[in-house]
């Protein structure tokens, strides 16, 4: 199992077909681990991870997902969380106000992560055979694609806190909100 991430062209400066480092992806706040572990084995090495890290692992923090068949997703999931996704458009902007441990188990995912050190997008795709544990900062800026691969997509996040509380933060309320804020002076530190 492997991924595949690349820079956006943006301008005529910046190599756009060159490759992304697991390195500077990395630098970004960003982790991950492509594995070959039965679904079963990346969740608890995805449940140990998250409890090293001081996630909660209760019912509101461990999210089982569907994009398959959205019928098996927790009430919770379906009423908080993919009612709010569905109205923001999938070219949009947007930060998560926690940090996760997402793993994919099923299917694939394209998203593009903002590089805020060179100033460009990086494309991240993760081939349809799953076995993938993606570490997501609070307050990095990303963009999902939500096309007809993305749909077939299931998997577990674990998050640093619960549900309930997390907040899907829009472009026009990005650059003052406090948690995009805290990443940016985390990533320019390191």
Known sequence: MSFRAYRLPSNSSTDS????????????????????????DLEQTARKLAQELGYPLTEGSV???SFKDLATNSQQMAREKLAKLAQISPEADR????????IVTEGSLKFDVEDIISKNWIRVEIPGNGGTLLRAPA???YRISFDQQSMNL???AFLKGVLANVEIIEAKDLETHAVRKAYLRNIRQA
């Open 17 to 40: 077909a060159r490759s992304v480092s697991l390195e500077e992806f990395t630098a970004l706040g960003w982790k991950i681990l492509p594995s070959q572990l039965s679904p079963q």
């Open 63 to 65: 999210v089982p997902f």
């Open 95 to 102: 930060v998560i106000s926690q940090e996760a441990i997402v």
């Open 139 to 141: 307050g990095a800026k």
């Open 154 to 156: 299931v998997g577990v």
